[in-house]
T-cell receptor
């Protein structure tokens, strides 16, 4: 039973489209994160949600919006996709307060 | 300049060698993480440190808060250790900063 699951794993879409990546965790942790890994393999945090409240937003474009319907889910919505959005997006969760992180397998987004 | 610097960027070792990967950071932190990313892309958390030293199997991680430096050691390295090792720090203001990773290849 996967602790952190992301869907879809691969997503190919045209510029200008709107897409979503879903993330679910069954560990019962309070904090969930979205990270972006670019083509140079550099990781950068995008968002963090703690008990359905956004606590980090690392100046990502407002085309990106995290939505947390409940504690176990943090979905990433992206509007008006651009070529530069092509990357691997990782969801993670943790207990917060500097606890261990648990990562999903990543979702590779390709914008054509 | 990145808030987190790792060295070396690339490392090739013979099986059985002792390996050290270094991480230096410039911000105040509440915790430091060592992550492992395999060629398949998945990321696994190896350690979370806020002080001292932790050991898990052949892996050892140390941190010196005063010097703002951490090391990841691998004893008796094995080809299955081949991966990218990423240092990440949690800043005191809930920020996250990542190093650019160290690509390790262990040759049989």
């Amino acid at each position: 039973d996967t602790a952190v699951s992301q869907t879809p794993k691969y997503l190919v879409t045209q510029m200008g489209n709107d897409k979503s990546i879903k993330c679910e965790q069954n560990l019962g942790h309070d904090t969930m994160y979205w990270y972006k890994q670019d083509s140079k393999k550099f990781l950068k945090i995008m968002f963090s949600y703690n008990n359905k409240e956004l606590i980090i937003n690392e100046t990502v474009p407002n085309r990106f919006s995290p939505k947390s319907p409940d504690k176990a889910h943090l979905n990433l919505h992206i509007n008006s996709l651009e070529l530069g959005d092509s990357a691997v997006y990782f969801c993670a969760c943790g207990p917060g307060n500097t606890g261990e992180l648990f990562f999903g397998e990543g979702s590779r987004l390709t914008v054509l | 300049k990145n808030e987190v610097e790792q060295s070396p960027q690339n490392l090739t070792a013979q099986e059985g060698e002792f390996i050290t990967i270094n991480c230096s950071y410039s911000v105040g932190i509440s915790a430091l993480h060592w992550l492992q990313q395999h060629p398949g892309g998945g990321i696994v958390s190896l350690f979370m440190l806020s002080s001292g030293k932790k050991k898990h199997g052949r892996l050892i991680a140390t941190i010196n808060i005063q010097e703002k430096h951490s090391s990841l050691h691998i004893t008796a390295s094995h080809p299955r250790d081949s991966a990218v090792y990423i240092c990440a720090v949690e800043g005191t203001g809930n920020q996250f900063y990542f190093g650019t990773g160290t690509s390790l290849t262990v040759i049989p």
